[in-house]
């Protein structure tokens, strides 16, 4: 038979488990990120990621006026140069390393930014979801063992 504070400790740790496998095994999944900004006028906004070769890039920018710096690695895609109205870009990775995006509003109206940009993801977001496994099956197994032999001062 479980005792009130041990059902409750297997409940929490159980979750932490659910919880953490569930983001991790979405974070490896998942590694597509949906852009869907506004700039407003006489700002800036600025994509910043690492990509592996081979991975595909979609950006969109709508508005009347604006800037846009581009940089891929090695030999890829640079861009820096003025728009007005509507610009595209579709590239894919010729290499691993950093793109930097840097989008300026020059003109008179509100900028949307849209697009998918696939990046790789941080290892500290992998080893966060880790240590909230770790910590759910350490609840688990300190509940489990206070329901086996109650330890003094509890």
């Known amino acids: 038979m479980l005792t009130k504070r041990t059902a409750i400790g297997i409940c929490i740790g159980a979750l932490?488990?659910?919880?953490?496998?569930f983001f991790l095994i979405e974070s490896i999944i998942?590694?597509?990120n949906t852009v869907d900004d506004t700039v407003d006028i006489a700002k800036s906004d600025v994509f910043q990621f690492n990509a592996q070769k081979h991975f595909h890039e979609l950006l969109n920018v709508t508005g009347s006026s604006f800037h846009v710096t581009l940089q891929t690695p090695s030999n890829g895609l640079q861009v820096d140069k003025d728009?007005?109205?509507q610009v595209s870009f579709d590239w894919v990775s010729l290499q691993d390393g950093k793109h930097f995006i840097n989008i300026t509003n020059t003109g008179n109206s509100v900028l949307h930014v849209t697009g998918q940009l696939q990046a790789l993801q941080n290892p500290l977001i992998f080893m966060s979801?880790?240590?909230v496994i770790s910590s759910?099956?350490?609840i688990v197994g300190i509940s489990a063992a206070f329901s086996v032999r109650k330890p003094r001062g509890f």
Not at 16 to 21: E, R
């Open 16 to 21: 932490g488990i659910v919880l953490g496998s």
């Open 30 to 32: 998942s590694n597509v």
């Open 83 to 85: 728009f007005q109205n």
């Open 129 to 131: 979801h880790l240590i």
């Open 136 to 138: 759910g099956i350490l």
